[in-house]
């Protein structure tokens, strides 16, 4: 907070950090214009780990949804993601009028805090219009959110589930290779059933699954670094260890079944392959018949690998549990225009959307990783922390 030099500006901090809480807030009141909050969490293993911020302008807000912590070296020397919303312009109409799905998404996951100091924030947010923006927040609440009440659908696994069934839609006769990347920085103890039945099954989802019966399973595939990738990099394999969190013990008993997943860190188009990820990304890729990829859609978020940032069904799927806070955006086609599509590209002097040289507008993404996807070279090669 020393570097918070305007004191008339307000600003609100929601944090994780239980241990410091008391501490910060003694040094909050340093500065009358900030305020310090940290939302209840009753499980020992959750934590607070969005990582975002609202910025109010004179006449508009913007949110940033962010991988990166606020500290220094998560923005020098990691490979972090961002997203920019478009600066949101005050309501035209009535600023009661009709919100938006994404203002609505916006103000259920600000609501789910419960936090008092957050009651002025969520009433600003309202004023303005976020109809602009083209994505869908993926929000994780901590909590069990049983099937009977109103909050199964909203976050977790369930909320990507049913979003992925409303808005994405795989072409019929043109969809071959299709394949989920997922890739993060910790991978805490993860069980074979909870992987294959409930994550892999949820981000298979699509709208017009039923009715397409000739699209093959996709291939599921895990982007970690390989002990070599992490000790060639930047920082390190000791310095590596503070933030790619995967654990010896747990990888020697999964190693079995879980190293045909992995794929190595390789991010050499987009300047990052010695700079380990910190990012986590979940990504639905396919190949048309002349072997282009497409994108089906995409998820950058704070929500690394776990049952605490996902959720566990329970009772026969009629609850999911839920550890931490987590926030990301995720896109697809359907949000823009009807001939949208996305497509991966690591050039950072081509990420303008652009016609594809046919009526279709091509929407860039940069992917954190190369494609194709490349194996680890054998197994018991996936990094792990030392202790």
Known sequence: MSNVKNKSIPVTIVHGLRESARDLMEQARQWPNITVATPRIQDRYGVHHTKAMLLFFRDSIQLIVMTANMIPQDWQVMTQGVYRSPKCSFKTNNPTSAASPFETDLIKYLRAYNLSCLGSTIASVSRYDWSVCKAILIASVPGYHRQSGSSFCNWGLQRLAEVLCQY???PTYNCQNSQIIMQCSSMPHSPEKWFKEQVSRAMAEFKNRRSTLSIKSPRVCVVYPTVTAASNSFTGRDMSGDFLRFEKASYGKNHSWFDPYLYEWKSERAGRQFLMPHIKTYTRTYQDKNGKIHIAWHLLTSANLSRAAWGEYQKNRTQIYIKSFELGVLFCPSLWDDNA???????????????????????????????????????????????
Do not use: W, Y
């Not at 497509?343 to 016609?355: T, Y």
């Not at 860039?364 to 090669?381: A, M, N, S, W």
């Open 168 to 170: 994405v839609t795989l």
């Open 341 to 387: 599509d996305l497509v991966p590209d690591n050039d950072l002097d081509s990420m303008q959307e652009r016609s594809s040289g046919t009526e279709v507008a091509e929407i860039k993404v940069r992917l954190p990783f190369d494609l194709p996807l490349i194996h680890h070279p054998e197994p018991l090669q996936c990094f792990t922390r030392l202790t």
